[in-house]
């Protein structure tokens, strides 16, 4: 049996497009909490949204999904860096 914890992975996410003032941090947060994710999101004063996430690869992707499918969200670009995981790590929070 894998050891659930040697699957989660955590990223660091930067979003551009028209993703400040339309319910993003919300509904990451919301879709973060369905999904079982940590981490936390962050309107940058550049105008993009920065996100921390950690969990399963696959729950992270559907996030994505949810967050691009949105109808007000336009994500136009993510630039993704892998981080460590940080133990004891237990909601995901709007900063």
């Given at each position: 049996?894998?050891?659930?914890?040697?699957?989660?992975?955590?990223q660091q996410l930067r979003f551009r497009g028209r993703v400040q003032g339309v319910g993003f941090r919300f509904t990451a947060?919301?879709?973060?909490?369905?999904?079982?994710?940590?981490?936390?999101?962050?309107?940058?004063?550049?105008?993009?949204?920065?996100?921390?996430?950690?969990?399963?690869?696959?729950?992270?992707?559907?996030?994505?999904?949810?967050?691009?499918?949105?109808?007000?969200?336009?994500?136009?670009?993510?630039?993704?860096?892998?981080?460590?995981?940080?133990?004891?790590?237990?909601?995901?929070?709007?900063?």
């Open positions: 049996m894998k050891n659930f914890i040697s699957e989660k992975i955590r947060q919301y879709t973060a909490e369905q999904l079982g994710l940590t981490g936390w999101v962050y309107n940058d004063y550049d105008g993009s949204v920065l996100m921390e996430i950690q969990g399963r690869p696959e729950s992270i992707k559907k996030m994505i999904e949810r967050l691009d499918s949105d109808r007000f969200i336009r994500i136009e670009t993510i630039e993704k860096t892998e981080l460590p995981l940080v133990e004891h790590e237990v909601s995901f929070y709007v900063r």
